[in-house]
Nanobody
Framework: QVQPVESGGGLVQAGGSLRLSCTVS????????MGWYRQPPGKQRELVAT???????DYADAVKDRFTISRDDVKNTLYLQMHNLKPEDTALYYC?????????WGQGTQVTVSS
């Protein structure tokens, strides 16, 4: 079972912090890249942050300097640490992992930021 499983979402006030976790049954290093995506209400899914197997990170401009992606290869878990959350960060957050061109998606975890 390769499908990622997300956790850690919730309701937080603007300016608050949350940490999302994504656990996979196979090793995180099995993926060429892993990442977080989000889908705000009524909008399309968008990239939040990615990390390659070698550790190269990439972030959407909207979250740079506020979000940090990290990976624990012993625990087979991907994280997204989110600080200074804004109402516009409200979305369903998905974990993604790519192996040989195939993308695996989790079911998502809801993040709601109140103003």
């Amino acid at each position: 079972q390769v499908q990622p499983v997300e956790s850690g979402g919730g309701l937080v006030q603007a300016g608050g912090s949350l940490r999302l976790s994504c656990t996979v049954s196979v090793g995180t290093l099995s993926f060429n890249a892993m990442g977080w995506y989000r889908q705000p209400p009524g909008k399309q899914r968008e990239l939040v942050a990615t990390v390659t197997r070698r550790g190269s990170e990439d972030y959407a401009d909207a979250v740079k300097d506020r979000f940090t992606i990290s990976r624990d290869d012993v625990k087979n878990t991907l994280y997204l640490q989110m600080h200074n959350l804004k109402p516009e960060d409200t979305a369903l957050y998905y974990c993604n992992g790519e192996i040989r061109g195939y993308n695996y998606w989790g079911q998502g975890t809801q993040v709601t930021v109140s103003s």
